[in-house]
């Protein structure tokens, strides 16, 4: 069993940055990919983007050239440094790990991902 435990939320103005964290406990962390999703209150949760075990990454088109993931596999732990926050940013952040770390067709619904940590909100004001 996987548990993910993000952190690293909280309120920052537009134009700011956050950096998140996700720490994975359990299973193999370095063999999977893990992703990042996030759910504004009223919306499905989206994807924001995906780091793979060799560490190719990918990002939805909305947060491309903003976002950045990367991992330490060593302390089992993806990042995602968001950079240039955007009012339309906020929501609740979900990590989440694909243990089958497959790459065609790009995985990017929910219900590719194994496990999910519990969220961590982020809030940016105008």
């Known amino acids: 069993q996987v548990q993910l435990v993000e952190s690293g939320g909280g309120l920052v103005q537009a134009g700011g940055s956050l950096r998140l964290s996700c720490a994975a406990s359990?299973?193999?962390?370095?063999?999977?990919?893990m992703g990042w999703f996030r759910q504004a209150p009223g919306k499905e949760r989206e994807f924001v983007g995906r780091?793979?075990?060799?560490?190719?990454?990918y990002y939805a088109d909305s947060v491309k050239g903003r976002f950045t993931i990367s991992r330490d596999n060593a302390k089992n732990t993806v990042y995602l440094q968001m950079n240039s926050l955007k009012p339309e940013d906020t929501a609740e952040y979900y990590c989440?790990?694909?243990?089958?770390?497959?790459?065609?067709?790009?995985?990017?619904?929910?219900?590719?991902?194994?496990?999910w940590g519990q969220g961590t909100q982020v809030t940016v004001s105008s």
């Open positions: 989440a790990a694909d243990t089958s770390d497959s790459y065609y067709p790009l995985p990017t619904k929910p219900r590719d991902y194994d496990y």
């Open positions: 359990g299973g193999s962390f370095s063999s999977y990919a």
């Open positions: 780091i793979r075990s060799r560490r190719f990454t």
